[in-house]
């Protein structure tokens, strides 16, 4: 016998796979003292598949702290739902709500620990307000300091401990009371890089290991690159560009995802060049060019094909292969000359190759 043919409606099949919807999201700050409301989020949309990582990226005061909020109740939306697992987090009642909290979980940029209490008190605390009996608040405490990597430090205090390990604590906190969503707050930003590579391999493991889905706000394009599947870009308190983040990173649309994704290759640019990287082109400037080459293309062979097709001196100033979400993903940086009938012969011909690129600037 044929199963029965699904006649769900958008929406609705959209809640049901969606661990967090954001439907027409509005949120305005009435505004106190005489100053005028703050419109902090307009028009949000946005589908958290379950048991994804999605990352949220912005400026400073773009409104990711405000989205976050909404989501765990904190804020309520002016307009439009905020639904969690299916439940409409505005409807909930006040005792409701500290229910819904229990399911979700938070991590933040300052881990906010108890100084007082070990890293085992720390991740017993949300138990214990539960009303747990203390054994079964040990069988769950201890093998969450497993999961982390913090079983040997459990009796040490928050001041005895280095940034990424109360991180690890933060994480095993979040994870005590068993929640299916994880919301991380700029949970690296205190970090240096080599430990918040650690603590978002932490999280990859964590949402494999528990189906954990995880919902960051950053202004790190490093951070959505390592960890996240899919990345809204918010922008003045608008999405602005928003999808899977290997087709963001090699099809960025909005100039704000571009400024982002240049900020992460200027980190990577020798020194020399960086430092002398302007925004307008003058005489004798050389034009730099990121280009993106995603999936099988071979760069030498292309590169000098545009090379011996133009007649033009091309220098390769970074190369660079990597991975996002499992699949190859280069990036080249070039220098040509800078003037404007060459720069757009150099870009036409490389989009011809179907490949994209970008004008980082000139040196
Ligand atoms: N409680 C509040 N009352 C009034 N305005 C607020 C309030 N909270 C935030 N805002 C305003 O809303 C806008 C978005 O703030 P939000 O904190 O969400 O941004 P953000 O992207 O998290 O910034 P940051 O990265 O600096 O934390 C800002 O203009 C901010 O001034």
């Known amino acids: 016998m044929n199963a029965p043919v699904s006649v769900e409606t958008t929406p609705r099949r959209l809640e049901a796979a969606s661990a967090i919807l954001f439907e027409k999201v509005e949120k305005t ?40 909020r909404l989501v765990n109740g904190l804020e309520q939306p002016t307009a439009g739902r905020v639904v969690v697992d299916g439940v409409d987090i505005g409807a909930l009642s006040e005792q409701a709500l500290r229910g819904q909290r229990r399911a979700i979980g938070m991590i933040f940029q300052h881990f906010n620990l108890l100084a007082r209490r070990t ?21 769950r405490v201890e093998p969450l300091l497993e999961l982390v990597g913090l079983a040997d430090k459990r009796d040490r205090y928050p001041a005895e401990l280095s940034g990424g390990q109360k ?20 949970a690296t930003s205190a970090l240096d890089p080599e430990t918040t590579n650690q603590i978002l ?3 990859r493991k964590v949402n494999a290991e528990l189906k954990l889905t995880v919902l960051l706000i950053t202004h790190e394009m490093a951070v959505i690159k390592a960890v996240a599947d899919k990345v809204a870009v918010i922008d003045g308190g608008r999405i602005v560009e928003e999808g899977s983040t290997y087709e963001v990173f090699a099809h960025p649309r909005h100039a704000t995802t571009r400024s982002f994704l240049s900020a992460l290759t200027g980190a990577n640019l020798p020194p020399y060049v960086a430092d ?6 003058g ?4 034009a730099l060019i990121r280009i993106v080459f995603t999936g099988g293309h071979a760069t030498d062979p292309v590169l000098s094909r545009v090379a011996r ?6 220098n390769i100033i970074q190369a660079q292969v990597d991975e996002i979400a499992g699949r190859p993903f280069g990036v080249i940086v070039i220098s040509v000359p800078g003037d404007a009938p060459t720069l757009s012969a150099v870009t036409n011909a490389v989009e011809r190759l179907k490949l994209s690129s970008e004008v980082l600037g000139y040196v």
């Open 167 to 186: 991180q690890r604590v933060g994480i095993a906190r979040a994870l005590a009371t068993q929640p299916r969503v994880l919301l991380s707050d700029e």
């Open 309 to 314: 097709l133009l007649s033009v001196d091309i």
């Open 119 to 139: 890293a085992y008190a720390n991740v017993a605390l949300p138990l214990e307000i539960a009303g747990l009996p203390q054994r079964e608040i040990k069988s």
């Open 201 to 203: 391999a932490l999280l």
């Open 276 to 281: 002398r990287l302007k925004a307008e082109p």
């Open 283 to 286: 005489p004798g400037r050389d």
């Open 29 to 68: 700050y009435s505004g106190r003292h005489g100053q005028n409301p703050v419109t902090a989020l307009s028009d949000i949309s946005l589908a958290v598949p379950e048991g994804a990582i999605v990352g949220v990226i912005g400026r400073s005061g773009a409104g990711k702290s405000t989205l976050i």
